[in-house]
Structure formats: structure tokens, C-alpha cells
């Protein structure tokens, strides 16, 4: 149930994410640096993996969800951003 809640508010921020039926773990594009270590995410290369463990809450959910819609961007858009102030 606290998967399908994460994949749900993630999909109201557009933040592209998927999981397995019953899987705990959501694969989802890749956030900040900053976001990644505030939240602690297991990444490779342009993909977040998201685990919802037993003692994750929904108030936990909706905190990373602000941190994403408020400027979480992701990798790529960063990366686009350092590229813009070198020219």
C-alpha cells in the first residue's frame, strides 16, 4: 500500500517511476546530488532506486515528494544547468 501512495504522489509531480506489483522497491529517474544524499537513494548512472521499507510513512513520502517538486531535478537537467554557465 505505501509503494502504490509513493508511486502515486510521484506521478503527480510527473517524476518518472515505476515498481513491480508487489515489489517495495520503486526504480525512478535520478534526483539532485543533493536530494540523493539527503534521502539517502541507491543510484547508477540516471536512475534512483527508492525503497519503501515497513517503517517508511506516508508523512516521509510526502516530505521527499516537496523536496523533489521544489527543485530536486533531475541528474540531467543539472548537468544542462553546469553546461549553460561554462558558455
Request: glycine share 4%; proline share 2%.
Amino acid at each position: 500500500e505505501t509503494t502504490r501512495y509513493a508511486l502515486k504522489r510521484l506521478e503527480e509531480i510527473s517524476w518518472d517511476a515505476h515498481a513491480e506489483e508487489y515489489s517495495v522497491t520503486i526504480v525512478m529517474k535520478r534526483p539532485s546530488e543533493e536530494i540523493v544524499k539527503k534521502w539517502q537513494l541507491a543510484v547508477e548512472k540516471h536512475i534512483a532506486h527508492l525503497l519503501i521499507m515497513p517503517h517508511v510513512s506516508k508523512k516521509q513520502i510526502d516530505a521527499l515528494i516537496e523536496d523533489l517538486s521544489r527543485g530536486g531535478g533531475d541528474i540531467n537537467s543539472q548537468a544542462k544547468r553546469g553546461l549553460d554557465r561554462n558558455l
